[in-house]
């Protein structure tokens, strides 16, 4: 691993700092193939590849935000300067030929807290000070051939870009994240607020589709959306972390659910490509609503005391005087399997002991952690993961052994996780123990970082105003992991051997055997009539029936459609008289008898 540190002014102060450095809040990173153009037009026996181009966005404690072009593979192949028989050191000098500035974007008024490429490549979200949100974008006409994303490189100015101002109607926004289709966002604000935003029908249309200002009680300072698509997550100086699931939409209800449930993060090898595509198609064309109400993450119960044990509640995060920083940064594993979280407290028992870590929620299962990152000396603030999956190691030690999370599939992901003044690297193989730690990189405290997409490159900001770049070398952090691809292989007749099943005889010659199966076996069906008879031995309520002896008047039980209301239970006592539709209650009759 080797680290740089450029001595350039990413950021220029105000007016009245001139020559300094303005503090860096956010950085974004977007890398950039060649086009198909390009790939099919150059030569096949050329030798020098066209290069890839990495466009960097920078947002700062000013009103603006620069675009850089980095060739961060010319740092490997440029040699170290000479020196000394002195022991040589991780940190190098270069002479920055890597960096490039390429415009300036300035459409804000007031400082810029988050940035953010989307995963297509098309867009760029910038977001600051008074709820402003600028979608940077390429032209539509810049797109054809599926290669907009490279019109990046070729940017000079603003205007080259397409510019859309988004109304968000809320105070300073924090922190963005994008949907994997790149056709939402999502913002947390200082009002508390959590607001997605959806692609209208028009071409750089964007407007507000849901908004939750209710479940948080203070400052949003970081928001996370599921690289699946199915969770949005925010964290708040509230001391909570919440986690919104998107409701099951679609037009057939039962595949939504078998294709959503199947959806948990562990990529499967022969069918992770089918699924992936359904899920992405399903949450794509759906309308975004959230399943009721958000799951809170705030307190963890422990019992307490000797023999008469209690239930204690520990707070999961810390408060905002001791964080001392504006972001909680928030991110899933580039899996989804995992939800990380910074700022997090871990105590075990103790008063006032309590250390800082981080924590790792299983997808689905928020119940409780599923892992803890212990042992922090400052609270962490930042987590990012690395968009490369590795393999897993094939030695495995016996603290390794002991370190494995249940889960095992057939990948280790790696992620980021930034403290005020150091730099961890951990994976989802061996919970628990860094694979990669680097500390005083800076005066100030660290604000983000982001990766490089072949995970070589780690990019680490911070609030003085400078960049570091951490440089690993091919096959330092693993090999890098390839899915398996199904193969579908045509289905050949497996010949029968002779002593499988019984000898046939010999055919006589000229003939040939033929193998009849056995018939099988008749359904039996059983017509059941639409109306059957009711028995006799059921048992019926008998209606009684009064019926005078002798003189009765006019007034009896007329016989006028009897038939089709008596019972049969009526019938067969073969009372006189017949019952009617309605019950009528029978008048006496009073007879004179002199």
């Not at 300035?106 to 979608?135: C, K, M, T, Y």
């Not at 109304?167 to 913002?187: G, H, L, Q, T, Y």
């Not at 939504?256 to 089918?274: H, I, M, P, R």
């Amino acid at each position: 691993m080797r680290i740089h540190t450029p001595q350039i002014l990413w950021h220029n102060g105000t007016q009245n700092d001139n020559g300094k450095n303005a503090p860096l809040l956010s950085i974004s990173l977007l890398s950039i193939e060649p086009p198909e153009h390009v790939l099919t037009s150059s030569s096949p026996t050329s030798t020098t590849p066209y290069p890839t181009v990495d466009i960097l966005a920078t947002a700062g404690n000013t009103a603006e935000v620069h675009l850089w072009s980095l060739d961060l593979a010319a740092t490997f192949t440029t040699s170290p300067p000479a020196q000394s028989s002195a022991p040589q050191s991780i940190f190098q000098t270069s002479d920055y030929d890597f960096i490039r500035h390429v415009c300036l974007l300035e459409r804000h008024e007031r400082s810029v807290n988050s940035v953010a490429f989307s995963p297509d490549g098309l867009n760029l979200l910038s977001a600051g000070d008074g709820g402003v949100i600028i979608l940077w974008a390429v032209p539509a006409s810049k797109r054809g051939k599926g290669n907009g994303r490279y019109f990046w490189s070729d940017v000079v100015k603003e205007s080259d870009l397409a510019c859309k101002v988004v109304n968000a109607s809320c105070e300073d926004i924090m922190d963005v994240s994008w949907a994997p289709d790149s056709k939402r966002f999502v913002v947390g604000s200082l009002d508390h607020s959590v607001i997605v935003f959806e692609q209208g029908g028009g071409e750089g249309e964007w407007s507000c589709v849901w908004r939750n200002n209710r479940d948080h009680v203070s400052y949003v300072q970081g928001v996370s959306w599921d690289p699946l698509g199915g969770y949005v997550a925010s964290m708040g100086s509230d001391r909570v972390c919440r986690v919104w699931g998107r409701k099951k939409v679609g037009q057939s209800k039962k595949k939504e659910k078998k294709v959503l449930a199947e959806s948990n993060g562990v990529v499967d090898d022969e069918n992770a490509t089918q699924k992936e595509t359904e899920i992405k198609t399903l949450l794509t064309n759906g309308k975004f609503e959230v399943h009721g109400r958000s799951k809170a993450m705030k307190y963890r119960e422990a019992f307490v005391g000797g023999q008469h044990q209690q239930i204690k509640k520990y707070n999961l995060f810390a408060d905002e005087s001791t964080v001392e920083s504006f972001f909680r940064r928030l991110s899933w594993t580039t899996d989804g399997a995992f939800l990380v979280t910074p700022t997090a407290l871990w105590d075990t028992g103790d008063e006032n002991k309590a250390s800082f870590a981080t924590y790792l929620w299983g997808r689905h299962r928020f119940d409780k952690p599923m892992a803890v990152l212990s042992g922090l000396e400052k609270p962490s603030v930042v987590v990012r993961p690395c968009p490369t999956l590795f393999t897993i190691p094939k030695t495995k030690s016996e603290s390794c052994k002991e370190n494995t999370t249940k889960i095992t599939p057939p990948y280790r992901s790696i992620f980021a996780v930034l403290t005020l003044d150091s730099v961890l690297l951990y994976d989802t193989f061996q919970i628990g123990t860094p694979i990669a730690i680097a500390r005083g990189l800076h005066y100030a405290g660290l604000t983000d970082c982001t990766w490089t997409s072949d995970g070589r490159h780690l990019l680490v900001s911070s609030s003085d105003g400078y960049i570091s770049v951490l440089q690993f070398a091919e096959g330092e952090l693993g090999t890098v992991y390839t899915p398996k691809k199904a193969v579908t292989r045509p289905v050949k007749p497996r010949p029968v051997h002779q002593n499988e099943g019984e000898k046939l005889p010999p055919c006589p010659p000229g003939q040939s055997a033929t193998i009849i199966a056995p018939p099988s076996k008749k359904i039996k069906r059983t017509i059941v009539p639409a109306t059957t008879p009711k028995s006799d031995k059921e048992k019926k309520r008998i209606t009684p029936v009064l019926v005078s002896t002798t003189h009765v008047s006019s007034q009896r039980v007329k016989n006028d459609d009897a038939t089709d209301v008596v019972t049969g239970a009526v019938t067969d006592l073969s009372l006189e008289g017949r019952v009617k539709k309605k019950k009528k209650r029978i008048q006496p009759t009073l007879i004179d008898l002199s």
